[in-house]
């Protein structure tokens, strides 16, 4: 059989579309001390969801050249103008996640007037709030919002506002704040806030004080998920046609069908089995699964000398293998791992099938440092179904840098759907299960293996 070329595996490669794909980006501007954190605090609690995440310009100030920060110190450096932000790289980081991807934001501190080294990852937001006083200003973060909102507030609220703030939280005197409000703050509302007045859609005054237009907003973003989980779930459907017709892929491997290892699964099927024998005899199954998962490993020879005084000529493991489970099913595979692996690092990911729209979502994430330079990273679960929680989380590993063709996907059982579905979108990965299925299963493993 002829290998498939480069160009016939992109056609036969479908695509996929996360949740968090064509993130909805709501930009919110206004004076400095208007309320702007405050307000999009308030409608992000309103909201009550885990994927709407709140992300300030004041990340985005550009570093300062000695002499500037000397002028910062005296309170006469202007931060209050565009020309303090670093719009490039805004505008880089909102693509990156408007298009679902990881996005390391900077953080600046306003008491060493700099960015530090640590840096701020968001990731799989389905809808993301910038707020500074310059968030409807330039025209390329305008092409990617879709609410553009400005926050409203008497000048002298302001003022009491930014004083307190200032005072409190960077560690400046009133004295320098006072200086600084009537040398830039407020000649520069004038020349550039108050103009974003006129091309917002929605203007709030009075903050958070303001619940009947925190509700409105609320509402058009409860809107937006529900169409967006609409389009994902349909998404998903189209890759089940797909599946159906799709041909058998090589990169599936079943473990061979050996008289100890369908003896082992006689004994797993058993419902009479205790659940201590089963604990036993399925973490013999997940280590010959890990080794054959990691079979296909390369090596280089070496050369070492024995107790004896031998010279012996072998080989040596090139790369490290690290994993990821999928919580909670393929948290009962790391036993079997770590006896193949002792020293393997392991991450972790929960993604949740929602009860009501079938539709995988993303909880929680926890990967190994320096993921994307390792030769393998098995993904383990102890059963695939329908295959969307597995393309997530491939989707996920391949966003975070990691390469298709080093991911490989472990399972004790998997539907036949569900490892095409993956297969058809992420033709590059291996898939390395103990038992095929026909039928769709119940998740029943680790209710056995946990005896919850």
Excluded at 28 to 39: D, V, Y
Excluded at 53 to 62: A, H
Excluded at 284 to 305: N, S
Excluded at 373 to 386: E, G, I, K, N, Y
Aim: with cysteine; aromatic share 8%.
């Amino acid at each position: 059989m002829e290998e498939a070329t480069d160009d016939q595996k992109s056609q036969q490669k479908a695509h996929y579309s996360p949740p968090w794909f064509n993130t909805s980006i709501i930009g919110i501007a206004g004076s400095s001390g208007s309320g702007k954190t405050s307000l999009a605090l308030a409608i992000v609690a309103s909201m009550n969801l885990p994927w709407v995440v709140i992300m300030s310009m004041d990340s985005f100030y550009n570093p300062l050249t000695p002499e500037q920060s000397k002028k910062a110190f005296n309170c006469e450096f202007d931060f209050d103008a565009p020309a303090a932000i670093d719009f490039d790289l805004l505008v880089e980081k909102l693509r990156a996640i408007k298009e679902g991807k990881k996005a390391d934001l900077p953080i600046y501190s306003f008491e060493k007037h700099q960015r530090v080294t640590e840096v701020h990852t968001i990731y799989s937001p389905h809808v993301l709030i910038l707020e500074g006083i310059f968030a409807l200003h330039d025209q390329r973060v305008l092409d990617l919002l879709d609410l553009k909102i400005f926050a409203e507030a008497d000048a002298d609220l302001c003022l009491s506002r930014r004083l307190l703030r200032d005072v409190k939280d960077r560690g400046r005197d009133i004295g320098g704040c006072i200086k600084q409000w009537f040398s830039f703050v407020k000649p520069n509302f004038h020349r550039y806030v108050e103009p974003q007045r006129n091309i917002a859609d929605i203007i709030i005054p009075r903050g958070i004080e303001n619940t009947v237009a925190i509700g409105m907003v609320a509402d058009r973003i409860r809107k937006i998920l529900k169409l967006k989980s609409r389009l994902h779930q349909v998404e998903l459907k189209r890759l089940g046609r797909v599946a159906e017709a799709a041909p058998p892929s090589p990169n599936l491997i079943e473990l061979p069908q050996t008289r100890q290892i369908v003896g082992m699964n006689t004994l797993l099927l058993d419902p009479s089995l205790p659940r201590e024998d089963f604990i036993f005899y399925f973490d013999r199954l997940t280590a010959l699964l890990v080794e054959r998962a990691i079979a296909c490993m390369e090596f280089k020879p070496t050369q070492i000398l024995t107790a004896q005084n031998n010279h012996y000529i072998g080989l040596k493991q090139t790369g490290e293998v690290s994993a990821v489970t999928i919580l909670r099913g393929g948290s009962v595979l790391e036993i079997g791992l770590k006896r193949v692996i002792p020293d393997c690092r392991i991450g972790r990911v929960l993604i949740q099938t929602h009860r009501t729209t079938g539709e995988p979502e993303l909880h929680y994430l926890r990967l190994a440092p320096n993921l994307p330079a390792d030769a393998r990273v098995l993904l383990l679960d102890s059963q695939m179904t329908s295959g969307a929680a597995a393309l997530m989380a491939v989707r996920v590993l391949v966003d975070h840098g990691v390469d298709e063709e080093r991911i490989v996907f472990v399972a004790y059982l998997a539907g036949r759907k569900g490892v095409n579905r993956l297969l058809s979108v992420f033709p590059d990965i291996m898939v390395v299960v103990c038992r095929l299925v026909d039928d769709y299963e119940e998740r029943w493993v680790e209710q056995k293996y946990l005896g919850c």
